[in-house]
């Protein structure tokens, strides 16, 4: 991988939403047309998104994207934030065909030029000729061009003459999407988009706000248990976004919540992969009960990292030390919480324990030598 378009293209393929054989369809859509027409459609949608990722990873010159090494721009710098935006082009492309245009009786989408330019600025989409004759690759066929271009006061006519349903099913969920203020949903093509009517969304304001983008049916069932016990454990919560994927954050203290800050776990989704973050301040108060925990939670207590630099400095306010099976660990916490894991069912409640157990009050770290 060389340019920072590819990795964040890469994410934005593992963020496509897996989905079961069947799922709900509201009676909304299939008065529009059946519930077999729309699922052959959305199957050939995926699969559509799931060829331009791949083609944006294999040549991202030629789909017109930005190409930034990544040996010479770092993380942080204007290129690569620039690039993690320019992943989605190509859904904010699908997407605002999708919502723009009018859904013909024959599954064509019109739309007039002038309002598909005024919406593609709106979404910073720049040069629309050149990506919609990409998307003939695809299958998805532009008529109303001039030369290339988009000319005032014509109809715009968007089709798929290989399966026209794929129309249909584009036109739902972003109509759906666009109403409801759920572009990321649509960039994952989350089959919960169908669940209700056009106005109504009935997910993403608990744990599946994360966890639908875990592959792992383990991992989502895990991250449920978690949330549901912290829910009952009193603790408030807020859903937060990073570049490489959702999270939710649970406090203690409303207060905390309110300023975001203090949280004591995190659920989060790093490029799709579901990892629990959480805050222990005195392992003192935690070491008796590591012995009752499985090997598996105490190797991740086992494990020490070099901190910051302000452990160097000793002006550290946020990294732990602490004894564990002869080992001295420290654990920095100033960035991120100072511990994560992948718990099972079968092991996340010692890790929920561990740090109720441990209290709010920071023991004094061993100092550096």
């Given at each position: 991988?060389?340019?920072?378009?590819?990795?964040?293209?890469?994410?934005?393929?593992?963020?496509?939403?897996?989905?079961?054989?069947?799922f709900?369809?509201?009676?909304?859509?299939?008065?529009?047309?059946?519930?077999e027409?729309?699922?052959?459609?959305?199957?050939?949608?995926?699969?559509?998104?799931?060829?331009?990722?791949e083609?944006?990873?294999?040549?991202?010159?030629?789909?017109?994207?930005?190409?930034?090494?990544?040996?010479?721009?770092?993380?942080?710098?204007r290129?690569?934030?620039?690039?993690r935006?320019?992943?989605?082009?190509?859904?904010?492309?699908?997407?605002?065909?999708g919502?723009?245009?009018?859904?013909?009786?024959?599954?064509?989408?019109?739309?007039?030029?002038?309002?598909?330019?005024?919406?593609?600025?709106?979404?910073?989409?720049?040069?629309?000729?050149?990506y919609?004759?990409i998307?003939?690759?695809?299958?998805?066929?532009?008529?109303?061009?001039?030369?290339?271009?988009?000319?005032?006061?014509?109809?715009?006519?968007?089709?798929?003459?290989?399966?026209?349903?794929?129309?249909?099913?584009?036109?739902?969920?972003?109509?759906k999407?666009?109403?409801?203020?759920?572009?990321?949903?649509?960039?994952?093509?989350?089959?919960?988009?169908?669940?209700?009517?056009?106005?109504t969304?009935?997910?993403?304001g608990?744990?599946?706000?994360?966890?639908?983008?875990?592959?792992?049916?383990?991992?989502?069932?895990?991250?449920?248990?978690i949330?549901?016990?912290?829910i009952r454990?009193?603790?408030?919560?807020?859903?937060?976004?990073?570049?490489?994927g959702?999270?939710?954050?649970?406090?203690?203290?409303?207060?905390?919540?309110?300023?975001?800050?203090?949280a004591?776990?995190w659920?989060?989704?790093?490029?799709t992969?579901?990892?629990?973050?959480?805050?222990?301040k005195?392992?003192?108060?935690?070491?008796?009960?590591?012995?009752?925990?499985?090997?598996?939670v105490?190797?991740?207590?086992?494990?020490?990292?070099?901190g910051?630099?302000?452990?160097?400095?000793?002006?550290?306010?946020?990294?732990?030390?602490?004894?564990?099976?002869?080992?001295?660990?420290?654990?920095?916490?100033?960035?991120n919480?100072?511990?994560?894991?992948?718990?099972?069912?079968?092991?996340?409640?010692?890790?929920?324990?561990?740090?109720?157990?441990?209290?709010?009050?920071?023991?004094?770290?061993?100092?550096?030598?």
């Amino acid at each position: 991988m060389k340019y920072w378009i590819e990795r964040w293209s890469q994410l934005r393929k593992k963020e496509l939403i897996s989905y079961p054989d069947k799922f709900p369809i509201h009676e909304t859509y299939t008065a529009i047309c059946s519930y077999e027409e729309l699922k052959s459609g959305f199957d050939r949608l995926h699969e559509i998104f799931t060829h331009c990722y791949e083609d944006i990873l294999s040549d991202p010159a030629g789909m017109i994207l930005p190409v930034y090494d990544m040996n010479e721009y770092d993380y942080f710098s204007r290129e690569a934030r620039s690039s993690r935006e320019e992943s989605y082009k190509y859904a904010k492309i699908f997407y605002v065909l999708g919502y723009a245009g009018e859904l013909l009786s024959n599954s064509e989408l019109r739309m007039e030029a002038n309002k598909l330019k005024e919406q593609c600025k709106t979404l910073k989409i720049t040069n629309i000729g050149s990506y919609l004759e990409i998307l003939r690759n695809y299958g998805i066929v532009t008529d109303g061009l001039t030369n290339g271009r988009l000319k005032s006061g014509r109809d715009i006519i968007i089709s798929s003459p290989d399966n026209k349903n794929v129309i249909t099913v584009l036109h739902i969920l972003a109509a759906k999407a666009h109403k409801t203020n759920r572009f990321h949903d649509f960039c994952r093509l989350n089959y919960k988009l169908f669940e209700s009517n056009w106005d109504t969304i009935e997910y993403g304001g608990d744990v599946d706000y994360v966890s639908d983008l875990f592959p792992s049916r383990q991992d989502r069932e895990t991250a449920r248990l978690i949330h549901e016990e912290l829910i009952r454990r009193n603790y408030c919560y807020n859903f937060q976004d990073w570049n490489e994927g959702p999270q939710i954050r649970y406090y203690k203290k409303e207060s905390d919540r309110n300023r975001n800050t203090n949280a004591d776990f995190w659920i989060t989704s790093i490029d799709t992969e579901f990892k629990l973050y959480f805050r222990i301040k005195n392992m003192d108060q935690v070491l008796a009960y590591m012995k009752q925990c499985p090997q598996s939670v105490i190797d991740n207590f086992m494990n020490s990292d070099n901190g910051c630099a302000n452990r160097i400095s000793g002006t550290c306010a946020s990294g732990i030390s602490y004894e564990l099976n002869g080992k001295t660990i420290w654990r920095c916490g100033c960035c991120n919480p100072n511990f994560q894991a992948t718990p099972g069912i079968q092991d996340y409640l010692y890790y929920i324990n561990a740090v109720d157990m441990a209290g709010n009050k920071k023991k004094p770290a061993i100092p550096v030598i």
